[in-house]
Antibody, heavy 122, light 107 residues
């Protein structure tokens, strides 16, 4: 059974750097084809994809946030870390990590972690 | 970026109704389209992947169809537990993008 859980601060100040950790079980991030993604959701709004890291350390970022994001994996700890610099109140959202599944070029997120609400406020 | 447009943004329906939600991509995405269900306070849950494949535990009243730019999620007979938000997501290319969501509530 695959599970993921996000952890990190619930409150950050504007201009600070946010560091979120996704701790997972039930799969290994050094298995070919595996990936972990980060998605966020501002209160009452739609989902927004942020970043994705693959088993081979390749990664992808949302172009609009690329300059502020870094995604990295620690295979020995079964963790993926997302950092976002220069936080702004507009970054207030629930942040989710999710397991990326794939099949013949198609891919999807399943399952997701429960999410962690991050509020940006002074 | 590929834009995903869902319609309607909300709908009201009764238990037993047939419900259809559409998702349109701004360019051809083949069949690389996924559907998620999200209930208040919970994380999204995968319903359908690659346009028409039901995730293992999803009831058969859910059906996905379409290819290219136009896709549909149909619930054949709405059940009380189906009242939720529904999102489509394209995986044809990064940046991965989601639709704006469709809220299905009780009439």
């Amino acid at each position: 059974q695959i599970t993921l859980k996000e952890s990190g601060p619930t409150l950050v100040k504007p201009t600070q750097t946010l560091t979120l950790t996704c701790t997972f079980s039930g799969f290994s991030l050094d298995t070919t084809g595996v990936g972990v993604g980060w998605i966020r959701q501002p209160p009452g709004k739609a989902l927004e994809w942020l970043a994705l890291i693959y088993w081979d350390d390749d990664n992808r970022y949302s172009p609009s946030l690329k300059s502020r994001l870094t995604i990295a994996k620690d295979t020995s700890k079964n963790q993926v870390v997302l950092t976002m610099t220069n936080m702004d109140p507009g970054d207030t959202a629930t942040y989710y990590c999710a397991h990326r599944r794939h099949y013949f070029g198609s891919n999807w997120f399943d399952p997701w972690g429960p999410g962690t609400l991050v509020t940006v406020s002074s | 970026d590929i834009q995903m447009t869902q319609s309607p943004s909300s709908l009201s329906a009764s238990v037993g109704d047939r419900v259809t939600i559409t998702c349109r991509a701004s360019q051809n995405i083949n069949r690389y389209l996924n559907w998620y269900q999200q209930k208040p306070g919970n994380a999204p849950k995968l319903l359908i992947y690659t346009a028409s494949n039901l995730q293992g535990e999803v009831p058969s009243r859910f059906r996905g169809s379409g290819s290219g730019t136009d896709f549909t999620l149909t619930i054949s007979s709405l059940q009380p537990e189906d009242f939720a938000m529904y999102y489509c997501q394209q995986s044809y290319s990064t940046p991965l993008t989601f639709g704006g969501g469709t809220k299905v509530d009780i009439k």
